[in-house]
C-alpha cells in the first residue's frame, strides 16, 4: 500500500532517477538523463568504486549514442555533448599533460 499523506490522501511513489529509454530522459523529473539527482546517486553508490563508475558511465555512453542515433539520425547529439552528459562529470581524472 501506499503511505498516507497528512490530509489522509494516499501518495504515489516517486519514480526513481533512472533513464527512459530510448529518449535517455529522467523518469522521475523529465531531465536529460543522468540529471542531477542520478549524478549524485550514482557518485554515492559508486563511492567506494571510481573505476567502476568510469566504466559504468562509459557503457552507458555507448548505449545512449547507439539509441539517441537511431532515434533521430541526422541531429542526433554530438559525441563531444554525449561524453560531457554521461562521462566528463564522473570521477575526478588528472590531465594527460601536466599544465605549465
Known sequence: MSPVTTTGERS???P???PLRPMWCCRACGQPWPCAQ??????AEYADDQI?????LCGLLHEAARDLYR???DAGP???????????????RRPVVDPP
Open 52 to 56: 567502476g563508475l568510469s566504466l559504468y
Open 71 to 73: 532515434l533521430n539520425p
Open 16 to 18: 526513481a532517477h533512472t
Open 12 to 14: 504515489r511513489p516517486c
Open 38 to 43: 542520478a549524478r549524485l546517486l550514482l557518485k
Open 78 to 92: 554530438s559525441p563531444a555533448d554525449l561524453f560531457r552528459r554521461f562521462v566528463a562529470w564522473g570521477p575526478y
